[in-house]
């Protein structure tokens, strides 16, 4: 629970609402910069996106705000550093992570506006981008204003960065480079991902990880053509028969990974961490729901959110092979395909897991079978302990942008670049998003609640403060 003056409260809140016009005016005006990085014809409106944020951050006070290429050679889209050192010379660090690049968007596929023309209505700003990220990037720049309103000072508490990514929304493919490339400048203490969300309106909580990813494709060849299945049936390993077996042996009974190893150093949830989960409001029909499926399923003795937020899974997204069309075809195909991804939790080395799979595919493969096993680039998994002081600062700052109220728990199913600034920086993610399920992210109709995005900006103003006192 928040322990902050009430003053200081309303000192923030006076300053967020007389600057909530020009905030929001400002906002739209970014909202309209198409920033879509997976289409390549929109290449230039990233570019204009970067450029209008780094203005936008030298007039809010930042004295450095720069634009940070990538590898546009290679498709790379610009990034935007920003630094605003504190005029204390024992203040930590803190650096803000975020992406102003968004999702494509098109009236025809099901918008009920231009998605590039916000547009407000019953409390809500609907853009693309509105929600993720551009909002929760821009309530920042509010927020350390009233910051410095609060405190009379003329810097912030701490020293403040940021990093707002151009090319998350199409995969983050230069992200760890430039994170290498920078370590100097992008060193911090802590790094702040204002890329998530909350529970609900009426439940304000902070996400403590993410999982992680690792997927590949498995190819698998038998005879140099399409066989005969009548004259050689029977005789010859067929790889779509493979392919199938290998997809059923990846789980047992229990629905756990038969991959050995897979398990291993992996951070079990502790008897506290099940009871705060526990204590969310799940509704299990309604979550069915939005997943559009007749039931659950997974591994055993975890509940559906320890499943999806918490264990590590492996999935078959794809498998195929042989003849496709219409009708019978009796043939032993030339060569079938399996796409497997795995979601990895806190304790799981990309690496190690990587290798596991190969030889387990390999133990598996029958002769007269020639197989290869391709990975993607994979994406490490991050936690941050409850008992973390940087955590704890987040939560007070939430809780007194939301009246003292009990701030949960949560992590995140998916996963993302925050991971790649905990391995280079060698610095603890903590997560500050204030976006809520029903703001659609990815779909037609974005939005984010007005108010929310205010309260985003209240605990911002609150954040550096309690993270000067607690990272020292």
């Not at 595919?361 to 994979?378: C, D, K, Q, W, Y």
């Amino acid at each position: 629970m928040s322990d902050t003056p009430d003053s200081a409260v309303q000192t923030v809140r006076k300053y967020i609402e007389q600057h909530r016009a020009a905030f929001l005016g400002d906002l739209t005006d970014w909202l309209r910069i198409p920033s879509v990085s997976a289409q390549p014809d929109r290449a230039p409106d990233v570019r204009r996106s970067a450029d209008w944020l780094a203005a936008h951050l030298k007039e809010t006070g930042f004295p450095v705000a720069e634009v940070w290429e990538t590898d546009p050679a290679d498709g790379g889209a610009p990034a935007v550093f920003a630094h605003w050192p504190s005029d204390d010379p024992d203040a930590p660090t803190v650096l803000v992570y975020g992406h102003h690049d968004v999702q494509p968007a098109a009236r025809a596929d099901g918008w009920h506006t231009d998605p590039f023309e916000p547009v407000v209505r019953d409390g809500r700003l609907y853009a693309r981008g509105a929600a993720d990220d551009k909002g929760q990037v821009f309530f920042h720049t509010l927020g350390v204003r009233a910051h410095l309103a609060l405190t009379g000072r003329a810097a912030p508490a701490v020293n403040l960065k940021l990093l707002v990514e151009g090319e998350e929304e199409s995969g983050s493919a230069h992200f760890r480079a430039l994170v290498e490339r920078e370590r100097a400048r992008l060193a911090a203490d802590a790094v702040i991902v204002s890329d998530t969300g909350m529970w609900s309106e009426t439940t304000p909580t902070v996400c403590t990880g993410m999982r992680g990813v690792a997927d590949c494709e498995i190819e698998l060849y038998g005879p140099d053509q399409d066989i005969h299945s009548g004259s050689f049936g029977g005789a010859v390993p067929n790889p779509a028969t493979v392919a199938a077996r290998l997809a059923a042996a990846l789980h047992d009974d229990d629905e756990r990974v038969t991959v050995p190893g897979f398990y291993d150093g992996i951070a079990e949830l502790t008897d506290d961490e099940r009871a705060l989960i526990a204590e969310l409001p799940f509704d299990e029909a309604a979550w069915l729901a939005t997943a559009r499926s007749h039931g659950t399923l997974g591994e055993a003795g975890y509940s559906t959110l320890e499943r999806v937020w918490a264990r590590p899974t492996a999935e078959v997204n794809g498998i195929g092979g042989g003849y496709q069309g219409p009708g019978g075809k009796t043939i032993i195909p030339a060569s079938a395909r399996l796409k497997l991804s795995f979601r990895l939790v806190a304790g799981q080395d990309p690496a190690r897991v990587e290798a596991a799979v190969r030889d387990w595919v390999a133990a598996r493969v029958p002769a007269g079978i020639r197989h290869r096993t391709t990975f993607g680039a994979p994406t490490r998994p991050c936690l941050t302990p409850l008992d973390h002081p940087g955590l704890q600062a987040v939560t007070r700052a939430m809780s007194t942008a939301f009246d003292g109220a009990k701030i949960r728990y949560t992590r995140e199913g998916g996963s993302g670049p925050a991971a790649d600034l905990q391995d280079v920086l060698e610095a603890p993610v903590l997560f500050l998003g204030i976006s809520v399920p029903s703001d659609g992210w990815h779909a037609p109709n974005e939005k984010v609640e007005l108010d929310l995005l205010l309260k985003g900006a209240e605990a911002s103003a609150h954040l550096w403060g309690e993270l000067a006192a607690a990272l020292r």
